[in-house]
T-cell receptor, first 116, second 115 residues
Framework: EAGVVQSPRYKIIEKKQPVAFWCNPI?????LYWYLQNLGQGPELLIR????????DSQLPKDRFSAERLKGVDSTLKIQPAELGDSAVYLC??????????????FGEGSRLTVL | AQSVAQPEDQVNVAEGNPLTVKCTYS??????LFWYVQYPNRGLQFLLK??????LVKGSYGFEAEFNKSQTSFHLKKPSALVSDSALYFC?????????????FGTGTRLLVSP
């Protein structure tokens, strides 16, 4: 069974440029998460989707970050414009639906962003 | 609010010796607790969880953890460390105040196992 797939693995951009990350969760997983992981830190939740609905986006900086999960499967996280402080690893994870919230999250390998 | 604390940035242990990676939590009510491991340039991998029942839970790769409610701790342990266990370990918690929907991670502990 395929795991959570993320792309690109690495991205280097100039500040003020846009960037987008893509995530395809494990088949059948209704819940999708985007986490931000700064160097030497634990992951911090940016947004959580239940199917196509964003149910928790309280930590998403909405002035420059946006996300979508149009068909309730794969998802895109966008930053526009990027700032130097956005350099980090962006992790996508998925899990089975909310009725099974005892379950673990399955993570992708992450997208490492470097903003110059 | 819910949180976890991992008081050690790094733990060093010799191969073959037992290891402990510490975690304490803060939630209102009974928590769901998790351990994840992260190898270099990889995503996080689930190791084990405590939801209810026996305080000692066993997980992948020979790891286990003990839930201690009185000390609000969930320390990760392994009887005999391997060099390949060297990685970054994260404790995480879900609490009833968020309907157990929000998973909050600690800052991580780097485990270094020397040959």
């Amino acid at each position: 069974e395929a795991g959570v797939v993320q792309s690109p693995r690495y991205k280097i951009i100039e500040k003020k440029q846009p960037v987008a990350f893509w995530c395809n969760p494990i088949s059948g997983h209704n819940t999708l998460y985007w986490y931000l992981q700064n160097l030497g830190q634990g992951p911090e939740l940016l947004i959580r989707y239940e199917n196509e609905e964003a149910v928790d986006d309280s930590q998403l900086p909405k002035d420059r970050f946006s996300a979508e999960r149009l068909k309730g499967v794969d998802s895109t996280l966008k930053i526009q414009p990027a700032e130097l402080g956005d350099s980090a690893v962006y992790l996508c994870a998925s899990s089975e639906g909310p009725s099974r919230n005892t379950g673990e999250l399955f993570f992708g390998e992450g997208s490492r962003l470097t903003v110059l | 609010a819910q949180s976890v604390a991992q008081p050690e940035d790094q733990v060093n242990v010799a191969e073959g010796n037992p290891l402990t990676v510490k975690c304490t939590y803060s939630v209102s009510g009974n928590p769901y607790l998790f351990w994840y491991v992260q190898y270099p340039n990889r995503g996080l991998q689930f190791l084990l969880k405590y939801i209810t029942g026996d305080n000692l839970v066993k997980g992948s790769y020979g790891f286990e953890a003990e839930f201690n409610k009185s000390q609000t701790s969930f320390h990760l342990k392994k009887p005999s460390a391997l060099v390949s266990d060297s990685a970054l370990y994260f404790c995480a918690v879900r609490g009833p105040n968020t309907g157990f929907q929000k998973l909050v991670f600690g800052t991580g502990t780097r485990l270094l196992v020397s040959p």
